[in-house]
């Protein structure tokens, strides 16, 4: 949904995207309920829009938040990550202190790619563990 303003409550499975604030918001989407903003900028997150469907490179790690989720948004739909060690997200953040721009991230799993959006982290978890990879 492309917006100037940010809603005072965002709403799950939608993606805000602010060109004037060079922003895009969505609740995190494991259900949580915990905002994600993710700024658009060279050295931060890149938004890709077709005329269909949005996606965001890199992945999103909510590595401040309870639930640690990790995920990418490609073509709307979110392709789960694995859960990071506090060991990886530690090296992740200074690596990103270093280099003043996000952690690089690894591509999602081949077999995740076709999975079908849902944002409960639940569900997805059950459905990946199930598929046989390609």
Known sequence: MFIDHFPEK?????VYISFPHALVAHLCCCGCGY????????????????????????????????????YWIRNNTVIWARQWT??????????????????????????AQSA???CLA??????LRKRKPR
Do not use: M, Y
Request: hydrophobic share 40%; charged share 20%; with cysteine.
């Open 35 to 70: 905002e994600v903003v993710t700024p658009l900028a060279p050295r931060e997150w890149k938004l890709t829009l077709d005329g269909v469907s949005v996606s965001l490179h890199p992945s999103i790690g909510n590595w401040s938040f309870p639930c640690k989720s990790h």
């Open 86 to 111: 506090k060991e990886e997200i530690s090296a992740s953040r200074a690596a990103s202190r270093a280099t003043n721009q996000p952690a690089r991230r690894t591509k999602p799993p081949v077999s």
């Open 10 to 14: 965002l709403t799950q499975d939608v």
């Open 116 to 118: 079908a959006a849902s």
């Open 122 to 127: 639940f569900r997805w978890w059950a459905a």
